[in-house]
């Protein structure tokens, strides 16, 4: 059984920094990208961040949202199993639920919210 388990959440001033983990354990049959994702409440889940995995041509491409470009950065550490979202200059905008995902199907960009496996989220609130 696939399991995400997210941590590193929690409170921070406007323009601190936090930095999300999300661990993967269980067979993922793709094994092609990991992602996060946010909700705000009152929103539609968006997405944040994406990572392919592994090495070989092509490992370790990254995409974000315009709304996080320079602030944000996803990374793997393969041997961990582990995905990891560095926040810095955090704004009360991003306060919201972060989610990470797992394993998309073939010819989905990447941001969308098509993933197979999801963790349980982890809260992140921001305040100015």
């Known amino acids: 059984q696939v399991q995400l388990v997210e941590s590193g959440g929690g409170s921070v001033q406007a323009g601190g920094s936090l930095r999300l983990s999300c661990v993967v354990s269980?067979?993922?049959?793709?094994?092609?990208?990991m992602a996060w994702f946010r909700q705000a409440p009152g929103k539609e889940r968006e997405g944040v961040a994406a990572i392919s995995i592994g090495g070989g041509i092509g490992g370790g491409s990254t995409y974000y949202a315009d709304s996080v470009k320079g602030r944000f950065t996803i990374s793997q550490d393969s041997a961990k199993n582990t995905v990891y979202l560095q926040m810095n200059s955090l704004k009360p905008a991003d306060t919201a639920m972060y989610y990470c995902a797992a394993d998309l199907p073939y010819g989905i960009w990447v941001l969308k919210r098509d993933y197979y496996y999801w963790g349980q989220g982890i809260q992140v609130t921001v305040s100015s």
């Open positions: 269980g067979y993922t049959y793709r094994r092609n990208w």
